[in-house]
């Protein structure tokens, strides 16, 4: 894969031109962080295992006929994605009632919501990515309040397709975060990444075992969060990975 001028880089990815000027390639770096980047570190290879979820987790979403950007993955961190214009939004479906939530609500560790609950959220680290409405989409002029109301519906048909997916596999999906961007002709699309830095992922079956970046949220040490994503890897990808 031949690698176009670096467009941007954040905390976890690098964004490159690809050959065409409808399409970008994603590398996935080893950097993981927390509480808005104020907790950071380098985990060798776990820019190639999120890479790969990512691929799998998008690949399921295709065949499912839910726009997304993905093209194809690249071995170790690759991913061709189609070129969107993101929107500054992060939008989080909760299936069980888990972490900052229950600070700000009065509702039991461990509730179910069915159908999912859905809340967006202003990507802003100064104002620590504060929750918005279809009306603050509006008036920050992101999209429509049709527009706001279409992206919680995707939002949903996401994760009820991977919560499927992932049952197959003893795992419980909690809650997950997406984003969306504008494609060429203006769809709003699913892009971004997919894998246990943005999702809650619990075993069905060990109460406490859980295969997500709240190893690491929670202070376990750096082999231990790695041998976290090593495990989920092999769990969806059924092979080992080839780790350098």
Do not use: Q
């Not at 941007?8 to 690809?18: F, L, M, W």
């Amino acid at each position: 894969m031949k690698l176009g001028k670096k467009i941007s880089e954040g905390k976890t990815k690098i964004v490159y031109e690809s050959d065409n000027p409808n399409e970008v390639i994603l590398e996935f770096k080893d950097d993981i962080t927390a509480g808005d980047g104020l907790k950071h570190d380098i985990i060798k290879d776990k820019g190639y295992l999120n890479a790969a979820i990512s691929a799998e987790f998008f690949r399921i979403l295709n065949k499912k006929g839910i726009p997304t950007h993905f093209i194809e993955f690249t071995p170790p961190r690759f991913m061709k994605v189609k070129s969107l214009v993101m929107l500054p939004v992060e939008v989080v479906c909760r299936r069980i009632a888990a972490g900052h939530l229950l600070k700000r609500l009065p509702i039991k560790a461990g509730t179910n919501f069915k159908p999912g609950l859905v809340e967006l959220y202003y990507k802003d680290d100064e104002h620590h990515d504060p929750m918005i409405n279809e009306d603050h989409i509006r008036i920050l002029n992101l999209g429509t309040v049709d527009e706001a109301r279409e992206i919680k519906e995707i939002t949903v048909k996401v994760s009820d397709a991977l919560a499927e997916y992932l049952t197959s596999y003893g795992i419980v999906l909690a809650d997950l975060k997406i984003e969306f961007g504008r494609d060429k002709n203006n769809n709003l699309v699913v892009g971004d990444e997919i894998n246990g830095d943005s999702c809650r992922l619990w075993d069905e079956k060990i109460e406490g075992k859980i295969y997500d970046k709240d190893v690491y949220r929670k202070g376990a040490p750096l082999n231990k969060v790695k041998d976290t994503y090593i495990e989920l890897y092999k769990m969806l990808l059924k092979k080992d990975p080839k780790l350098g």
